[in-house]
């Protein structure tokens, strides 16, 4: 079935989501500015939320933010350039990550 879908719309560089309030959460898209979402990935890489979406239009900053999820436990999946402005270098890129469930 279907389930809530919960959004936020935050200044991520003023207030991070923290991994406590992340928890919780199936899933999560971020799309931050061309600065990229340091703090907030290295919250991200905290959490235990399986499925992540990192949205970018910056190569050096979402390589930056992956390598923190990855050091954070998560597996990159795949990555996906998006040339959504014709006549434009600019190139979007789409990140998804999954996190493995810890044993016990």
């Known amino acids: 079935g279907l389930k809530r879908v919960t959004s936020e719309r935050r200044d991520l ?3 991070p ?19 990229g979402a340091e703090d907030q990935s290295k919250q991200i890489a905290r959490s235990d939320v399986p499925l992540v979406a990192a949205v ?3 190569p050096t900053t979402l390589a930056r933010d992956l390598r923190i999820l990855i050091d954070g436990g998560y597996q990159l999946k795949s990555v ?6 014709l006549w434009s ?6 990140a998804l990550l999954e ?4 044993r016990r």
Do not use: Y
């Open 56 to 58: 970018s239009c910056n």
């Open 17 to 35: 989501l923290t991994f406590k309030e992340l928890s919780g959460f199936d899933g999560l898209v971020f799309d931050p500015p061309r600065a």
């Open 13 to 15: 560089f003023r207030r």
């Open 99 to 102: 996190k493995p469930k810890r």
């Open 89 to 94: 270098p600019h190139v979007e890129a789409v």
């Open 80 to 85: 996906t350039p998006i040339d959504q402005f």
